[in-house]
């Protein structure tokens, strides 16, 4: 049906003004004459601009109605702008005052303008600017922005900023009520909890600084060594770092202890990567016969200015005192980045950025403060509280008839009634958090968990999308050999062992002739293959041969250690080349190789993608490299080019000189490089498996039974992904996977959506490239149709695209996401997202330090979700509405109080009763919510369909609020009015039986909310009674000790207490029995 839907023109003004540019550019074109191509690239403009006449087949009513939006593409629909007062209202205010702010920090905080500079080796005197100085600071505030930033913080929440209104209120002698405590005492407490929080956590952050800028180095001076800070470094100066040593500020890398002049460093702090990266010695010192020769020349160092890009460098090394002068290139390789650790050897480096222009500090961001959906629910519900406070208050006035000073009353009535939003709210919620944070790091089926961020944990509850990386996340990034593919002959897993004979042969030939002192043997028949190249190579040379170029295009050096013995550290990159001579390498291989031959090889390995148009034509490359990745199985192409000695000395001459330029550096080596990147002889394909982590199947079942829609961002090839896609059951097999084919522009764009909007229930697959391009024309239509999706594969994703896929979701689906992986390319991924979790794995500890929860396995974001997720999420809506309750039912006596005894601004409890009701006789009770489970966690990780409920939200919405607050006016109008009937002679009673009715009403409401009894629980309800009973002897102002003592105080209050509650408990009942909720049923 939809095949035959036709797709008509747009009746629009935009039509007919492209018409009109065609027709102009046509006419143009009449007359241009030699220039005959450009008439055909306005056509190709105008057929995408007649895009804006075609539709895109959102929805089937799109097509039945004429009028519909879906008729017009999104760049048509544009929104008239708000004018004048209404975008003032509308949130021009914020925007402008944000402006004013953000203009004002800028005056304060002017940049200094990055420049290039020229560094005197150890003269940091000839400096021409001034450096920062060499300190990290990771501190938010100094000593005189700690109190009013904290403050600021804090009061920029509306529940805070209006009690501290409130408080300050009491300090004007006509709107005095009650006592000052009564006000300022829970506010008191709230903000020296938070500030002895910060100034602990500032106190801790400080001494971190200090002991980093306080470690000490060697500095080389004319005088010998000296003891130097690491903050008192400069630029220029050279600095000794030994082994497993920071590398205090960025340097460039002039002598080692090693005798290669090159050494190895840990780089798992600045990149996240776990492997060591080589760096090379400047020659021009490091052939320097003594370290005290680095003072007898005259050199510099050009440095390009500070960059944020840490695998980039471009700068010269100068040598003056000779003739001609020394010229250097330093690239990357040449580099001692801060923060990294010195693997091997002992370095002497001079600095050329410190502090704030080093690359591990430009690449610092301050993370987002991440605010949960929970947190911002209540802020709105307390703003609807405020506006019930108010219209109680102006009813109040009203009924008095704006008598006398009328505004004084309304004020002090908004005072009477502020207990309507409770204080006590942020606190019951901060300290539920941290429970909530402690018990999740207790939990001993999740070890290693550890919660780095307190504030969100109700976030994992209510998860709809869960973005997650493939390599280390859901793989094991362990990478078995298990393919080698030479075209004519594959070599498996099982045939490993008939590798191991071909390569035995050439060596045991040259052991054999070794062993018999006859050398020319060995040669003679490596001469007659060389001289006779067209005869075609055997299995065995061919298998020798891949094998070589293997183990000659990684990096893998043995490191001595003292105890350890030998290791090796393997470094992969997508392309990584070998330029140095082929005879000397060959030799180390054979030591019996022929001087004679001249024949230099230059071997190279790479992706698929970048190698298929390097090689030489074959046949059969991309099926097999197609059949692997269908396997799951990671490809690499290796290939090699014979060189004369001519070809080398041209290709070396222009590369040397390609490495000294200063502008566009790269670009000229990486075209000195494809030079020699043509008409490679294709050696093998090789194929590694990258296992899958135990219990991803189940985990990913789970999730999707939960409700949560998968989506995997990786940078791997497509078919890889669709691989693993399937294989971990992410696309469950009975599903249909839709692959979104390339696009470039938009008409192709445009054409594969409209394929795609007519397939049903299948999973996509697309590319970073198209997605790209899709995102450019058409953002909305593509996120539409990919939330509709079961799962999403994105391949090929650049770790910018990973978080911009993340912020897309939010504003689109306007749904809760949260975002896992395990590498330092997933990190901005993982800060986007609501929640963030990171995998501590084999790429380094960057991702879990950056993340807000941090595990060690995938299978544990199961329990995490269901079980923890999901009782933070229904614990904390029941603590806060319950503490709303708490607010709510004191003022809804405050209320009939006021209203009986003629509308009088009088408050009903004073001084301690107040403090003491919303602190030391409910608190605990109220606290040990926190503690409640409707099931046990077993249940919730075998019905994770329980999960899908509190993605609606249900547990907290202005529907449960509102059940609330009619609970409150109920409860709080028989407690008032039952001890208004009851009283006898005195006001004083009237507080007694009232105050206590109401504490053993919360007290037996705390119980009716549990579901699941702790005993602690059960502790704090017999803890709160027995506190409260204990205070009545000391209470004389308040209550009177002869009349509480008596049966008919009992009585009383035990009445009025089984009215309030005794409904309530046959009202849960009969729901329970009539309509039971879901989890009700597993428990039963």
């Given at each position: 049906m939809a095949d035959q839907i036709p797709l008509y023109p747009v009746r629009s003004a935009a039509a007919a003004a492209n018409r009109k540019r065609a027709a102009y550019y046509s006419a143009a074109g009449l007359g241009l004459g030699p220039g005959a191509e450009r008439p055909s690239r306005y056509q190709l403009e105008d057929e995408s601009a007649h895009l804006d006449e075609m539709p895109l087949m959102m929805s089937e009513e799109g097509f039945e109605n004429d009028e519909s939006d879906y008729h017009t593409l999104p760049r048509a629909r544009v929104t008239q702008r708000k004018r004048g007062l209404e975008w003032f209202v509308c949130g021009g205010w914020k925007f402008l005052c944000t402006s004013c702010c953000d203009w004002l920090v800028n005056i304060c905080q002017r940049k200094r303008e990055l420049k290039a500079r020229t560094v005197w080796l150890g003269y940091p005197e000839k400096c021409e600017e001034k450096h920062p100085r060499n300190s990290i600071k990771n501190q938010k505030y100094n000593v005189f922005t700690f109190i009013p930033g904290v403050l600021y913080e804090q009061f920029k929440f509306f529940l805070n900023l209006y009690f501290l209104v409130v408080s300050c209120s009491q300090f004007v002698p006509a709107l005095k009520i009650g006592y000052l405590y009564t006000y300022w005492a829970p506010l008191g407490f709230v903000l020296a909890v938070t500030i002895m929080r910060e100034a602990i956590d500032e106190f801790r952050r400080f001494q971190r600084d200090k002991e980093v800028n306080s470690q000490l180095y060697s500095k080389l001076t004319v005088r010998g060594k000296v003891q130097?800070?690491?903050?008192?470094?400069?630029?220029?100066?050279?600095?000794?770092?030994?082994?497993?040593?920071?590398?205090?500020?960025?340097?460039?890398?002039?002598?080692?202890?090693?005798?290669?002049?090159?050494?190895?460093?840990?780089?798992?702090?600045?990149?996240?990567?776990?492997?060591?990266?080589?760096?090379?010695?400047?020659?021009?010192?490091?052939?320097?016969?003594?370290?005290?020769?680095?003072?007898?020349?005259?050199?510099y160092v050009y440095a390009q200015k500070p960059q944020l890009d840490i695998h980039s460098f471009e700068g010269t090394f100068t040598r003056e005192d000779c003739d001609p002068p020394i010229h250097e290139s330093l690239s990357i390789e040449n580099t001692l980045w801060a923060s990294t650790i010195v693997a091997s050897g002992t370095v002497i480096g001079v600095v050329i950025y410190t502090g704030k222009e080093t690359r591990s500090v430009m690449n610092t961001s301050n993370p987002k403060n991440k605010v949960g959906l929970l947190d911002l629910e209540l802020n709105q519900l307390t703003k609807a509280l405020f506006v019930a406070l108010v219209a109680l208050s102006v009813v109040m006035v009203t009924l008095q008839g704006f008598v006398g000073p009328w505004y004084r009353n309304l004020f002090r009535f908004l005072l009477l009634f502020s207990y309507i939003i409770p204080i006590s709210l942020r606190v019951n919620l901060d300290m539920g958090k941290a429970a909530y944070g402690w018990m999740i790091m207790k939990d001993e089926s999740i070890p290693g968990t550890v919660v780095r961020t307190s504030t969100i944990p109700e976030e994992l509850g209510r998860l709809v999308y869960l973005l997650t990386d493939k390599t280390g996340t859901l793989t094991q990034n362990e990478m078995v050999f298990k393919r080698l593919h030479l075209g004519t002959v594959s070599y498996g897993a099982d045939t490993m062992d008939e590798i191991q004979n071909h390569l035995r042969n050439p060596y045991s030939q040259q052991m054999q002739s070794q062993a018999s002192g006859n050398n020319t043997s060995s040669t003679l028949p490596r001469k007659a293959q060389s001289s006779a190249p067209k005869v075609r190579k055997s299995v065995s040379s061919r298998v020798h041969e891949a094998v070589k170029a293997i183990a000659l295009c990684h990096n893998v050096t043995p490191v001595y250690e003292p105890r350890a013995g030998m290791t090796g550290e393997a470094e992969y990159t997508e392309a990584d080349q070998d330029f140095s001579d082929g005879n000397r390498t060959y030799q180390a291989a054979s030591p019996d190789e022929d001087e004679s031959t001249t024949e230099i090889m230059f071997y190279m390995k790479g992706a698929d993608v970048a190698m298929s148009s390097i090689v030489q034509y074959n046949d059969w490359l991309e099926e097999e490299c197609g059949n692997m990745a269908r396997e799951g199985l990671r490809t690499l192409v290796v290939a090699k080019r014979a060189l004369t000695e001519e070809q080398y000395q041209d290709f070396e001459s222009r590369y040397s000189q390609a490495k000294l330029?200063?502008?566009?550096?790269?670009?000229?080596?990486?075209?000195?490089?494809?030079?020699?990147?043509?008409?490679?002889?294709?050696?093998?394909?090789?194929?590694?498996?990258?296992?899958?982590?135990?219990?991803?199947?189940?985990?990913?079942?789970?999730?999707?039974?939960?409700?949560?829609?998968?989506?995997?961002?990786?940078?791997?090839?497509?078919?890889?992904?669709?691989?693993?896609?399937?294989?971990?059951?992410?696309?469950?097999?009975?599903?249909?996977?839709?692959?979104?084919?390339?696009?470039?522009?938009?008409?192709?764009?445009?054409?594969?959506?409209?394929?795609?909007?007519?397939?049903?229930?299948?999973?996509?697959?697309?590319?970073?490239?198209?997605?790209?391009?899709?995102?450019?024309?058409y953002e909305h239509e593509l996120v539409e149709l990919a939330c509709q999706c079961p799962a999403v594969v994105c391949c090929r994703c650049s770790p910018t695209q990973k978080a911009h896929i993340v912020k897309l979701l939010q504003q689109h689906a306007g749904r809760r996401t949260?975002?896992?992986?395990?590498?330092?390319?997933?990190?901005?991924?993982?800060?986007?997202?609501?929640?963030?979790?990171?995998?501590?794995?084999?790429?380094?500890?960057?991702?879990?330090?950056?993340?807000?929860?941090?595990?060690?396995?995938?299978?544990?974001?199961?329990?995490?979700?269901?079980?923890?997720?999901?009782?933070?999420?229904?614990?904390?809506?029941?603590l806060?509405?319950?503490?709303?309750?708490?607010?709510?039912?004191?003022?809804?006596?405050?209320?009939?109080?006021?209203?009986?005894?003629?509308?009088?601004?009088?408050?009903?409890?004073?001084?301690?009763?107040?403090?003491?009701?919303?602190?030391?006789?409910?608190?605990?009770?109220?606290?040990?919510?926190?503690?409640?489970?409707?099931?046990?966690?077993?249940?919730?990780?075998?019905?994770?369909?329980?999960?899908?409920?509190?993605?609606?939200?249900?547990?907290?919405?202005?529907?449960?609020?509102?059940?609330?607050?009619?609970?409150?006016i109920y409860q709080g109008g028989i407690l008032m009015y039952g001890a208004l009937l009851l009283f006898e002679s005195e006001f004083v009673h009237v507080v007694a039986i009232s105050f206590t009715a109401l504490i053993l009403t919360e007290l037996l409401m705390v119980a009716l909310t549990v579901r699941t009894w702790h005993w602690l629980m059960a502790v704090a309800e017999v803890l709160s009674l027995g506190c409260y009973v204990a205070s009545l002897a000391f209470l004389n102002e308040y209550f009177d000790v002869a009349f509480i003592t008596t049966v008919t105080f009992v009585w009383k209050v035990s009445a009025i207490t089984v009215v309030s509650c005794?409904?309530?408990?046959?009202?849960?009942?009969?729901?329970?029995?009539?309509?039971?909720?879901?989890?009700?049923?597993?428990?039963?």
């Open positions: 130097v800070k690491s903050s008192d470094i400069q630029v220029g100066d050279l600095i000794i770092v030994e082994k497993n040593q920071r590398i205090p500020s960025d340097m460039v890398f002039l002598r080692t202890s090693e005798k290669a002049g090159s050494c190895f460093i840990r780089t798992d702090q600045l990149d996240g990567e776990t492997d060591w990266k080589l760096k090379v010695a400047v020659s021009c010192t490091q052939r320097l016969p003594a370290l005290g020769d680095l003072f007898s020349i005259s050199a330029s200063i502008h566009d550096r790269a670009l000229k080596v990486a075209a000195v490089v494809e030079s020699l990147e043509r008409e490679m002889e294709l050696l093998c394909l090789t194929g590694v498996e990258d296992q899958l982590q135990a219990d991803v199947r189940p985990t990913l079942e789970m999730l999707r039974n939960a409700g949560i829609k998968i989506w995997m961002l990786t940078g791997d090839k497509l078919e890889t992904a669709t691989c693993i896609a399937k294989s971990s059951h992410l696309v469950s097999r009975t599903q249909d996977i839709h692959i979104f084919r390339p696009v470039t522009n938009r008409g192709e764009a445009h054409l594969e959506l409209n394929a795609f909007r007519r397939k049903h229930d299948c999973a996509l697959v697309i590319s970073g490239d198209s997605l790209e391009v899709c995102l450019k024309y949260c975002a896992i992986g395990d590498g330092g390319n997933d990190v901005s991924m993982i800060q986007a997202a609501d929640c963030g979790i990171g995998i501590e794995g084999k790429e380094g500890r960057q991702a879990s330090l950056a993340a807000d929860f941090s595990i060690t396995q995938f299978k544990h974001i199961g329990r995490l979700l269901m079980v923890h997720g999901r009782s933070s999420y229904k614990r904390s809506a029941a806060g509405q319950f503490v709303m309750h708490r607010g709510l039912i004191i003022s809804t006596m405050q209320a009939v109080f006021s209203s009986v005894f003629y509308f009088a601004s009088v408050p009903l409890y004073q001084g301690f009763l107040m403090v003491g009701y919303a602190t030391l006789y409910t608190m605990f009770p109220v606290f040990s919510l926190v503690l409640d489970q409707d099931v046990k966690p077993e249940m919730a990780m075998l019905y994770p369909e329980l999960y899908k409920d509190l993605t609606k939200g249900r547990s907290l919405s202005f529907k449960t609020f509102l059940v609330w607050v009619l609970i409150s005794l409904p309530l408990y046959v009202l849960k009942y009969l729901k329970r029995k009539l309509s039971p909720p879901s989890y009700s049923k597993l428990t039963s």
